[in-house]
């Protein structure tokens, strides 16, 4: 397993990291070109996103992935700005099994909107782990197994830092447009409909117009039906 404890912390400080550089960098250079980080961080949400969602936690096309398809999820994973894809698998898995109920790692009812948001649930989702039964510790070591202790997950926060850093010393203007903003983007977008939009009042609905900006998402009731 490549889950850490200080992991919740880590995503707490690439939120602080996010916020402040992508504000400082925005100030700075400013362009038009922020209308391509839209599809870009999109690009980056299906595949990395969708696929660590379907693939790692579902299991959905795990026989049909190479293991080189695979690599390339776990990567894109890395340029969502989210946590680790383990540890998003391991509360994930619990949230299904306990939609809006107690043990729920991140239900509206216990949590402000905009710690749902900023994905600072993070921060106590372990106090859930005395929820997880035998029936759901097995289905989240299947997805580690399908993540099989992979170099881009185990060292998952090496690789986001590594290449905020890089691009940063290269080029701000790209660090900023293809990796921060992106990066940043991604993590209030996916926390805000997922975590909390998808959940608002406790209860997991049904939001249509949703699918015309995340792939496919407004069924987001009949996704819980589907996949416990």
Not at 114 to 128: D, E, P, Q, R
Not at 175 to 195: A, Q, R, S
Not at 199 to 228: E, F, P, Q, T
């Amino acid at each position: 397993m490549n889950i850490k404890y200080y992991d919740p912390y880590l995503q707490a400080l690439l939120l602080v990291i996010l916020l402040v550089l992508n504000t400082f960098l925005i100030t700075e250079y400013a362009s038009w070109f922020i209308l391509l980080t839209i599809p870009l961080f999109k690009i980056y949400q299906i595949i990395g996103g969708g696929g660590v969602h379907l693939w790692a936690c579902h299991a959905i096309g795990d026989n049909k992935l190479s293991k080189l398809a695979k690599s390339i999820i776990l990567f894109f994973w890395t340029l969502c700005g989210i946590d680790r894809a383990s540890y998003f698998c391991k509360y994930h898995i619990l949230h299904h099994s306990l939609c809006d109920k107690e043990g729920d790692p991140h239900s509206p009812s216990e949590h402000h909107p905009l710690v749902l948001t900023f994905g600072l649930w993070s921060l106590i989702a372990h106090k859930k782990d005395a929820y997880i039964t035998p029936e759901i510790q097995d289905k989240i070591d299947a997805s580690y197994k399908r993540i099989n202790n992979s170099i881009f997950d185990k060292y998952h926060y090496i690789f986001v830092f590594s290449m905020i850093a890089i691009s940063l010393f290269i080029s701000p203007f790209f660090c900023l447009y293809f990796i921060t903003l992106p990066m940043l983007l991604n993590k209030i977008d996916g926390n805000f409909f997922f975590v909390y939009w998808f959940h608002k009042g406790g209860k997991v609905r049904n939001v249509k117009w949703a699918s015309k900006w995340i792939l496919d998402s407004g069924s987001h009731g009949v996704h819980h039906r589907w996949l416990k």
